[in-house]
């Protein structure tokens, strides 16, 4: 047990842990997305991440971009990257939608069906990046590409450096684009399911699904809506990973999945404010833990408070409602 | 109508997937058949061909893969197969495999394991039917110190390697070691003996687990412990981002791994991060190998052997002479294993009574990064 280091760079551990629950945060919007409106768990949407850091990695690499560009060709870099993982990711989860969950929904099958169907196509993503794509492209990519399975490196576009000190708390550029970046695209998600007319039929489908319809509202519009706007937030953690931590794998996406969905339950599944809170404070938890003990704790301390939290609030911190609360 | 369209569409793409997967389990070195006439026979080979850490794994392969193609065409009339099991270096892979082998009959050794997981998790499966293990890379020391009377190594183990890894830096005068290992059976195997052999030297520890990806807590305490030697015990998958969010958080410590990171993904999965990372391993440089071995793997695959070509092509040769001497059971051929005593490619090949080839025999070697380039740097002494 280590409280005087937790104690004694209690600022450093909490800023640590934000910027790494943002990008939990920014894919759990995904999981409580679909769920609010579908009451399903689309465990397939770790995948959705996966697909867009690979999108950053090919674009990247095709742009030829080398270690610490200049800083108006990182800025040019930086957005591209954050256009083509969010067309990338959007895609992939709206080819999931309909070429997965429509066929089954028209069918009525149980909800059963539709998790197994989820997992299922996860397995197939992981395994299409991992041995079939390295296959195809290995000579068009870069020669790490070629080797199944493994991962894959990218250029650092930015350099970390410490922009400013609080107490003994050092705050660097790439926490603050991190933090910056996911807060600002929550927040416009937030605006656009609360202020517009798109995210009124959302909400309306997350309430009522037949009396929306009875409303005029086009459910399967709406439902491909929510696939959509979860894949683009996705593609942007996509990016702040690529950005943040410069790797990537076929099965990146599996423990940030799991990690992300824990994040939506312990804010509310269904609830987006409340993932923004579950994903933060997960983060949170996990570097204090990590701190604490030694950091292959860090899913233990984690897991132990989703626990906790669930004991005394089964519905997660803030509830879960996409549609009833004015949230 | 166009319902139906997606749906075999989707069908068809989870079919090839399917194929394609199916396709890398079993491509095997010769025919497929068993063995013909008086002579030859079929051997497997397991070990993480694909995955997190294929990049160790797959000279060692070749290597196997070399040798079974060379004895063929030398020997016409003495057919030997070589059939792939790609465990992805997961002992719960590795384990339905061993069953499946230890169950046809028609297989007559077996080269590996390559992870010391996978090893200790199949050994007792071995034994039981009386297969031979012939491992080109599984250093954990205490494999060979069970009771195991089937487990043969070709390489050296941990404890000796930690040895060598302790005297380097002792030479290098290092002050404050901080040490990490992953938790697994080789690396914190390794770490563990390191840390008895520096003592006072080692300065903290930390754990990180499988597949993590964020370091920060982890490199919080190496600041605070203003290390000046870095000891990751570990894989390549761990290794890479840890290393590449060490540097960008200003962690000037030498970075030194062993034979778990030599592995092309290292250098390039850190994309510069693992620059000047020193890696040390009981295997041999490229040139150093004995007879035609390296230009022979170099004709045959384009690129010089990496980390255990000369050990994987070591383990098969034993089964190739094993076959060339007449032997077709399983039992005659694990008495000859037991009794090998010749020169290989990588080293003289004698087993002692536990398994383990003569440690005076073993060479670790210090290898350093150098853009994405693992060069040799010095051998290093042993004690």
């Known amino acids: ?327 | 109508m166009r319902r139906s369209y997606v749906r075999a569409l989707s069908t068809a793409a989870l079919a090839a997937t399917l194929v394609v997967a199916a396709g890398c389990q079993d491509s095997g070195g010769g025919d497929g058949g068993t063995a013909s006439g008086d002579c030859g026979g079929k051997i497997a080979i397991f070990g993480a061909f694909t995955g997190d850490n294929a990049g160790l794994v797959i000279p060692s392969l070749n290597g196997g893969k070399l040798a079974v193609k060379q004895f063929n065409e030398a020997n016409p009339d003495c057919k030997v197969t070589l059939q792939e099991f790609d465990t992805q270096g997961d002992p719960a892979v590795a384990t339905p495999f061993a069953n499946q082998i230890a169950g046809d009959n028609s297989f007559l050794g077996v080269i590996g394991g390559h992870f010391s997981g996978e090893s200790d998790a199949t050994m007792p499966i071995y034994q039981a039917a009386g297969l031979a293990m012939v491992a080109p890379s599984a250093t954990r020391t205490d494999l060979t110190q069970k009771g195991n009377t089937s487990f043969f190594r070709v390489v050296g183990n941990d404890g000796t390697q930690a040895g060598a890894v302790a005297t380097y830096l002792k030479s290098q005068n290092a002050q404050k070691v901080f040490m990490i290992d992953d938790a697994s059976a080789y690396g914190a195997g390794i770490t563990d003996e390191l840390g008895k052999q520096l003592g006072p030297l080692v300065v903290n520890k930390d754990k990180i687990q499988e597949r993590q990806a964020q370091f920060d807590a982890t490199i919080s305490k190496i600041k605070a412990a203003q290390a000046d030697y870095v000891f990751y015990g570990g894989y390549t998958r761990e290794a890479a981002p840890l290393v590449k969010q060490m540097r960008a958080a200003g962690v000037q410590a030498k970075f030194v791994g062993p034979d778990g990171l030599y592995d092309p993904a290292f250098p390039e999965g850190a994309s510069g991060g693992a620059e000047g990372a020193i890696i040390t391993c009981p295997c041999l440089p490229a040139d150093k190998a004995g007879g035609t071995f390296s230009a022979d793997y170099q004709k045959e695959y384009g690129i010089a052997p990496g980390s255990y070509g000369a050990e994987g092509f070591d383990a098969a040769k034993i089964y190739l002479d094993a076959f060339k001497d007449g032997k077709k059971t399983r039992a005659d051929i694990l008495a000859y294993v037991k009794a090998y005593d010749k020169q290989g490619v990588s080293k003289y090949i004698k087993f002692d009574a536990k398994g383990d080839v003569d440690p005076t025999k073993v060479v670790i070697w210090a290898y350093q990064i150098k853009g994405t380039a693992i060069e040799p740097l010095q051998e290093l002494k042993l004690s």
Do not use: C
């Open chain 1, 1 to 327: 047990m280590h409280f005087d280091e937790l104690i004694g760079h209690l600022g450093q551990h909490t800023v640590d842990g934000l910027s790494k629950g943002a990008i939990y945060a920014l894919i759990a919007l995904g999981y409580t997305l679909v769920y609010g409106v579908l009451r399903l768990i689309n465990f397939a949407h770790s995948e959705v991440f996966m697909v867009g850091t690979f999108a950053v990695l090919i674009l990247w690499n095709q742009l030829g971009v080398e270690n610490n560009p200049p800083i108006g060709q990182a800025i040019l870099f930086l957005v591209l990257g954050l256009l083509v993982a969010a067309v990338a990711s959007g895609g992939t989860a709206l080819a999931l939608e309909r070429i997965a969950y429509r066929p089954l929904r028209r069918k009525n099958a149980p909800p059963l069906i539709f998790l197994i169907t989820a997992i299922g196509l996860s397995l197939v993503f992981v395994e299409l990046f991992g041995q079939v794509l390295p296959k195809l492209l290995g000579g068009v990519l870069p020669a790490a590409f070629g080797r199944p399975r493994q991962i894959v490196g990218m250029p650092t576009i930015i350099q970390q450096e410490t922009l400013f000190t609080i107490g003994n708390t050092a705050i660097t550029n790439i926490q603050l684009i991190v933090l910056v970046a996911a807060v600002a695209m929550m927040a416009l998600l937030d605006w656009f399911i609360n202020r517009t007319r798109y995210g009124r039929g959302v909400r309306a489908v997350a309430q009522n699904p037949e009396t929306a319809a009875l409303m005029g509202v086009n459910q399967e519009r709406v439902i491909m809506l929510i696939f959509v706007l979860g894949g683009i937030m996705a593609g942007a953690a996509a990016l702040l990973w690529s950005m943040r931590f410069g790797f990537t794998q076929n099965s990146i996406g599996f423990v940030l999945g799991l990690k992300a969905f824990t994040a939506a339950v312990l804010g509310g599944i269904g609830n987006l404010r409340g993932a923004l809170l579950g994903g933060l404070f997960l983060g949170i938890v996990e570097v204090y833990g990590a701190t604490l003990f030694a950091s292959n704790w860090e899913d233990v301390i984690a897991f132990v408070v989703l626990i906790v939290v669930l004991m005394f609030r089964p519905t997660g911190l803030l509830g879960e409602s996409l549609g009833r609360a004015r949230a």
